[in-house]
């Protein structure tokens, strides 16, 4: 078994460091915790990613990576046993050195060793009935007792702010003070660039011939956007066999179920060049590449037995062309502004300034939606043009909901603790301020197809999968953890910064000049996870980017960031990309998004902030 473990990690291009203790520790785990070297190394992958970790695979880790196994081993036992799902977000963890979780009680909280982590503030109870914060002791939460509020965890072009010049000048001034000089908000344009689900839409009556055409359009497009670019030999099929060099496009492919592994690897070419026949394909030649089951790539390569292609080149993307807006704005859209009149073409400005949060907000120990009204509370201090949040609001895999411990139907608890909320929030911000809601396959009281129709709801402007905001800033945002399932099937070699390949993936097959066909798609992945319920019928339109977005949003359990990603390795053309982390971790506060766009990526700033 050392040996399979050594070659599982070998096969992931993990370089182990201490080898003969690290299998010793890894074969321990297997025995101890039934895992096959497969899952062990799966494990570990996940493990990597959160913790920021390079391909090296140190003995110092050892003793953190056995916790995590143990929670999952425990998180598996209670969703056995007791039909249950414990809520603590054990892969979510962004320091190296790793505690395990412990149920808070609020009459003699734990404190917390790492900064980063959330601690609870043991504050004296005045008269055994009452808490110095004044509620009942009954309602104090330990997510009401942390002691920190809005710490800045990381930041991106940390540029001037407000503050920051006040204070330079030598004022000394309270933070109302501050906001007071702040000019007024001026209120940006929303527009919605292409088709989406309409509310009360009708789902899951997509056929087999759906999920053909939209597979066979997806490759034929891209091998269309690559003969455009002129840049590639005519295509041929992959599985002729040839003794010269060929070209041929096609989707990545399992043959079998599960998980995608480098051997073997399929390639399914076109109806119109092979019929839809699979070719294996081998990449024993390649130094770096990075590939994932339902990726279109063209590859280069030769078939000399007709039974495997043997490839030398992978081109995962079209080269690059800045979209034209003219064209653009001819595009299908939905104007979401309708009541105001176009602004003055010299007052148009490409700063934007915006809060992205994403669920749950609330803690699972309560539906008190605390985290909610602490975000809500920030923004009326911060006053940003808009306020992105990302679902899911009312959580499925919430205890209290799983175990229907309500008194409340799902869309009353959603309208009095979200929209009210909200309300008060938009009122005290006045018309000025903007709120979009994306719903979320996790949020219990709506739709569970995806792609998701939008909130049936007149509090906001809404959209569900995408939105553009007018006149120069493009922002794409999807719910799905589309991150955490491409990191488990994607298989690599060669790759350094594994987060950057993985949202890049997002945005890699692009549009020719001469070619108008956009192939960025916010769910890449084919076949989907299991728990993503696919309608192939609504998916081609909602899919797809129509254009490159300035600011791309996608939420996720893995570690979160703010980073300005190149599209192209010889491109200027650049996109911010944004993980917001969650809202609220177990009984804890998570993390949100602060972001301010000044025309390009370069020029924005950002700051990751824990509640």
């Known amino acids: 078994m050392e040996d399979q473990i050594r070659a599982e990690f070998s096969k992931r291009n993990f370089v182990l460091v201490e080898e003969e203790e690290i299998l010793q520790k890894c074969l321990t785990f297997c025995i101890n915790y039934n895992l096959s070297p497969s899952d062990l190394v799966s494990s570990w992958d996940l493990y990597s990613i959160n913790r920021l970790l390079e391909q090296t695979v140190s003995d110092a880790h050892m003793d953190a990576f056995r916790q995590q196994l143990q929670n999952e081993q425990k998180q598996a036992t209670i969703e056995k046993e007791q039909g249950l799902h414990s809520y603590t977000d054990v892969?979510?963890?962004?320091?190296?050195?790793?505690?395990?979780?412990?149920?808070?009680?609020?009459?003699?909280?734990?404190?917390?060793n790492d900064a980063n982590l959330v601690s609870f503030d043991a504050t004296p109870i005045t008269n055994g009935k009452m808490h110095s914060l004044g509620k009942p002791l009954g309602l104090v939460t330990p997510f009401g007792q942390r002691k920190d509020k809005f710490v800045v965890h990381s930041t991106l072009n940390n540029l001037p702010?407000?503050?920051?010049?006040?204070?330079?000048?030598?004022?000394?001034?309270?933070?109302?003070?501050?906001?007071?000089?702040?000019?007024?908000?001026?209120?940006?344009?929303?527009?919605?660039?292409?088709?989406?689900?309409?509310?009360?839409?009708?789902?899951?009556?997509?056929?087999i011939e759906d999920k053909f055409d939209h597979l066979e359009n997806r490759i034929m497009k891209y091998s269309k956007a690559l003969v455009a670019s002129q840049l590639y030999d005519?295509?041929?099929?992959?599985?002729?066999?040839?003794?010269?060099?060929?070209?041929?496009?096609?989707?990545?492919?399992?043959?079998?179920?599960?998980?995608?592994?480098e051997k073997p690897i399929m390639l399914q070419s076109s109806v119109e060049h092979s019929g839809g026949q699979r070719v294996r394909l081998e990449l024993q030649k390649l130094e770096q590449f990075s590939i994932f089951p339902g990726q279109v790539v063209g590859v280069e390569g030769h078939n000399p037995s007709g039974h495997c292609l043997i490839a030398t080149k992978i081109v995962?993307?079209?080269?690059?062309?800045?979209?034209?807006?003219?064209?653009?704005?001819?595009?299908?859209?939905?104007?979401?502004?309708?009541?105001?009149?176009?602004?003055?073409?010299?007052?148009i400005s490409s700063d934007l300034s915006l809060i992205i949060a994403s669920g749950p907000f609330t803690t699972t120990d309560n539906l008190f939606f605390e985290p909610l009204s602490d975000l809500l509370a920030y923004a009326q201090r911060k006053q940003p043009q808009l306020l992105v949040l990302l679902g899911p609001f009312i959580d499925s895999e919430h205890p209290d909901i799983k175990k229907g411990a309500l008194n409340k139907t799902y869309d009353e608890l959603f309208r009095l603790e979200i929209l009210k909320r909200l309300q008060d929030y938009v009122?005290?911000?006045?018309?000025?301020?903007?709120?979009?809601?994306?719903?979320?396959?996790?949020?219990?009281?709506?739709?569970?197809?995806?792609?998701?129709?939008?909130?049936?709801?007149?509090?906001?402007?809404?959209?569900?999968?995408?939105?553009?905001?007018?006149?120069?800033?493009?922002?794409?945002?999807?719910?799905?953890?589309?991150?955490?399932?491409?990191?488990?099937?994607?298989?690599?070699?060669?790759?350094?910064?594994r987060m950057n390949t993985l949202t890049n993936h997002l945005l890699s097959q692009r549009r020719h000049p001469n070619f108008h066909t956009r192939e960025n798609s916010f769910y890449p992945l084919y076949p989907p996870a299991e728990d993503i319920p696919v309608d192939f019928s609504l998916a081609p339109e909602a899919f797809q980017m129509p254009v490159i977005p300035d600011i791309l949003i996608t939420p996720s359990d893995l570690a979160l960031f703010v980073k300005v990603l190149s599209l192209e390795e010889t491109s200027e053309a650049k996109c911010v990309c944004v993980n917001p982390g969650r809202l609220a971790r177990g009984e804890g506060g998570?993390?949100?998004?602060?972001?301010?766009?000044?025309?390009?990526?370069?020029?924005?700033?950002?700051?990751?902030?824990?509640?």
């Open 590 to 611: 998570g993390h949100f998004v602060e972001l301010n766009f000044h025309g390009s990526p370069d020029s924005s700033s950002a700051s990751v902030i824990r509640i």
């Open 234 to 261: 005519e295509l041929v099929d992959p599985s002729v066999a040839s003794q010269k060099t060929i070209f041929a496009v096609g989707m990545i492919c399992c043959e079998e179920e599960g998980r995608l592994k």
């Open 316 to 347: 995962d993307h079209v080269p690059l062309s800045v979209p034209d807006d003219d064209n653009l704005r001819q595009t299908k859209r939905q104007a979401v502004d309708q009541d105001n009149q176009p602004a003055d073409p010299s007052d």
């Open 91 to 112: 892969t979510m963890e962004i320091n190296d050195e790793h505690e395990d979780a412990e149920e808070v009680v609020p009459s003699s909280p734990t404190v917390q």
């Open 427 to 497: 009122e005290y911000m006045g018309p000025a301020a903007r709120v979009i809601l994306v719903p979320s396959l996790r949020d219990a009281h709506h739709d569970h197809v995806f792609p998701q129709p939008a909130f049936d709801i007149n509090l906001a402007d809404i959209n569900q999968v995408q939105f553009a905001l007018s006149p120069s800033v493009k922002v794409g945002c999807c719910s799905v953890d589309v991150l955490k399932q491409l990191s488990i099937d994607v298989v690599s070699r060669g790759i350094k910064n």
């Open 161 to 207: 702010t407000v503050h920051d010049i006040i204070m330079e000048q030598g004022e000394e001034n309270s933070d109302e003070d501050v906001i007071k000089r702040v000019q007024p908000i001026k209120r940006c344009s929303l527009e919605i660039h292409g088709s989406q689900p309409a509310p009360g839409c009708r789902y899951m009556y997509d056929r």
